[in-house]
């Protein structure tokens, strides 16, 4: 608990000194807000349900987006992983994709699905799927061939061969791209929600540029900070701690 | 009448393996002609480096040879099998199992149900001594538990032929003791054949109904020896050391006297 009372007290003093520099009045008040009006701003977006809707909206997004990723990051992963071919022609597909920032696929995804969900979502696939090939790719291909004699000579072949070994072996590294892809996917969808007219915490975002309101940009600002690092502590630090356990890595 | 002879339970043929890492070529055995007696305890020892390890990946179906085949019970080996479990020299624990779920692992290929592999599981790591550690990870365990561990997980599986690679190198001498005696009575109680890889020439007499002794690279079967002394043997024992020195006729007087107090039993 210490270290989060150091943190508290770091935060407190974070905000003080921004109060401070508030009431020196170096920038005008629409520009630089008080953290009291930013507060304010939270509360009534809260209380008239606005960003309820903007956290709902593109919760729902990365929540699909997120969970076609995975499950086509990883079976391509696996995919390229094992099978020579696929490793060359694919494999090479991938890593130059990955390379590609995902919001410049925004232009093709409204031409193909027009301005709605599908393509938001699109572009969250593409920010995080080939995160998630890599771990799960760098993973089978780092799964120590002793192991799987091991397993082969314990009877296990096909796909318990791949569930009971191989999965297993790479799961390190696949979390590792699990987590990359979820940092991807999260910021893709607010660079599209950005970009384009949808309901989210980007637009919400931008809206309050549009409204000169700076309180509601550093409000949603923060929402979006505070979701990144609740699904962080949340989902992957237990995810990697479980992990670091089993396998008696050191916790980094 | 025409008597056909028993095959033997496993029967190597001119088994040769070349290993070719980036342009250089490694003969590692020549022309390995063997055959395992049902139930038999062969030992197999041999400087480093001379093809021990691959002799049982080989025959455990998880390399290749180049030329030469191996049969198991008649049938020709094409790839591993439940039949021919190899504890490997590396050990090969899962460091993502508990010990326990280790040891369960191939029972749980066998498709065998989780109540009566549990209990399975339980029992060998009972006989390895290693109950109290049953959900620790791999990681957690001293190199001679990592040895126990993987031994349990190999006599769990209740194969046919079971392959040992150095199982007992990073054991005290106490354990190794215990584990001897254990694998001895294992193997008369079950009838096993076993191949076993070592280094101590001591534990291959010990343990072995026969020793094969391996050149050096290229691995050849350079001499044969019978062991015939009654068991339970123990590595303590001090015939072992007179077995390769003595004269045949003084190991055969040293083997019968051996003997005495069961024949005497016998006729009582
Ligand atoms: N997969 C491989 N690729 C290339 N060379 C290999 C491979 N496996 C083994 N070798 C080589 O084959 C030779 C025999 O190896 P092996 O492990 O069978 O020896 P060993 O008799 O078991 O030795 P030790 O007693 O030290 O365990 C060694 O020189 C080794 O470098
Ligand atoms: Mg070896």
Not at chain 1, 220 to 241: H, N, S, T, Y
Request: charged content about 20%; proline content about 4%; overall charge positive.
């Amino acid at each position: 608990m210490n270290g989060f009372l150091r943190r508290i007290i770091f935060y407190a003093l974070l905000i003080a000194i921004w109060e401070m520099v508030f009431r020196l009045h170096i920038w005008e008040e629409f520009l630089f807000p008080a953290p009291l009006s930013v507060l304010q701003t939270l509360v009534n977006g809260f209380m008239d349900r606005t960003f309820l809707i903007g956290i709902a909206i593109s919760m729902r997004r990365i929540t699909i987006g997120y969970g076609i990723s995975v499950i086509a990051g990883i079976l391509l992963g696996l995919l390229i992983g094992r099978v020579k071919l696929l490793d060359e022609t694919v494999g090479s597909l991938v890593l130059g994709l990955q390379t590609l920032p995902s919001i410049t696929w925004l232009p093709l995804a409204l031409l193909w699905f027009g301005l709605n969900e599908k393509a938001i979502i699109f572009v969250v696939i593409m920010g995080a799927v080939f995160s998630i090939t890599i771990g799960t790719y760098s993973g089978v291909k780092g799964v120590p061939p002793l192991y799987l004699k091991a397993g082969r000579n314990r009877g296990a072949q096909g796909y318990q061969l791949f569930l009971q070994v191989i999965i297993p072996a790479a799961l390190p590294s696949i979390v590792v791209g699990l987590k990359q892809g979820w940092s991807w996917a999260w910021r893709s969808l607010m660079a599209g929600e950005l970009l384009f007219v949808s309901l989210g915490l980007g637009f919400l975002l931008m809206m309050g540029r549009e409204l000169n309101d700076m309180s509601q940009v550093i409000a949603v600002m923060i929402i979006i900070i505070i979701i990144g690092l609740v699904v962080d502590k949340l989902i992957f630090a237990k995810l990697e701690r479980n992990l670091y356990e089993r396998w008696g890595l050191d916790l980094a | 009448m025409y008597l056909k002879r028993e095959l033997p339970k496993l029967q190597l043929k001119n088994v040769s393996k070349t290993f070719h890492t980036k342009g250089v070529e490694l003969k590692v055995l020549e022309d390995i002609d063997l055959g395992v007696e049902e139930g038999e305890f062969l030992c197999l020892v041999g400087p480093s480096g001379c093809g021990k390890s691959t002799l049982l990946n080989i025959i455990a179906g998880l390399e290749e040879p180049d030329s030469g085949e191996i049969f198991s019970n008649g049938h020709k080996v094409t790839g591993p099998g439940t039949d021919r479990v190899l504890i490997f020299q590396e050990l090969a624990l899962f460091p993502w199992l508990t010990v326990i779920k280790n040891v369960e692992f191939g029972l749980k290929m066998l498709k065998i149900d989780r109540k009566t592999r549990e209990g399975l599981a339980l029992e060998y790591l009972k006989m390895v001594h290693l109950s109290k550690f049953k959900d620790a990870y791999v990681y957690q365990l001293s190199g001679g538990m990592k040895q126990r561990v993987a031994l349990a997980r190999a006599l769990a599986m209740d194969p046919e032929i079971l392959l040992m690679d150095e199982p007992f190198v990073a054991l005290d001498a106490q354990t190794g003791d215990l584990l001897r005696d254990e694998l001895q009575h294992i193997w008369k109680e079950t009838r096993k054949t076993i191949i076993f890889v070592t280094h101590n020439v001591r534990e291959a007499v010990c343990l072995g109904d026969r020793v094969l002794v391996f050149s050096a690279r290229p691995g050849r079967i350079k001499k044969e020896l019978r062991v015939e002394y009654p068991r339970p043997r123990h590595i303590e024992d001090p015939w072992l050391t007179l077995q390769r020195h003595l004269p045949e006729y003084i190991q055969y007087v040293l083997v019968q006297l051996k003997k005495l107090p069961y024949i005497l039993n016998q006729d009582s």
